[in-house]
């Protein structure tokens, strides 16, 4: 199975993006989905999750309202809708995933498919 994230991009502060990351290989079954992030210099950090059935999501305290997770399932596709940008949003994204999963996983160790990561940058 290959994760591949899209939609980054350059934008100015205020503006929005969305990133999309889809499964290739096969459907996974039952899978949480999350994104992550890495700033040059800095380790990489969980930005937001969501669970397989989709109901139960978790945020950065830092993205709360200005980012909203989403996913289908039955095509192993997580989304992450951007708005409000910082310049400190600047980041390579990930996303990642797990199968057979039931929780929303916000540490990195509990996700075992990767994405290549789409760079952000969000100018001042």
């Known amino acids: 199975v290959q994760l591949q994230a899209s939609g980054g991009g350059l934008v100015q502060a205020g503006g929005s993006l969305r990133l999309s990351c889809a499964a290739s290989?096969?459907?996974?079954?039952?899978?949480?989905m999350a994104w992550f992030r890495q700033a040059p210099g800095k380790e990489r950090e969980f930005v937001a999750a969501i669970n397989w059935t989709g109901r139960d999501t978790s945020y950065l305290d830092s993205v709360k309202g200005r980012f909203t997770i989403s996913g289908d399932n039955a095509k192993s596709s997580v989304y992450l809708q951007m708005s409000s940008l910082k310049p400190e949003d600047t980041a390579v994204y990930y996303c990642a995933a797990r199968e057979l999963y039931t929780r929303v996983g916000v540490t990195s160790r509990e996700y075992n498919y990767w994405g290549q990561g789409t760079l952000v940058t969000v100018s001042s």
């Open positions: 290989g096969r459907t996974l079954w039952r899978a949480a």
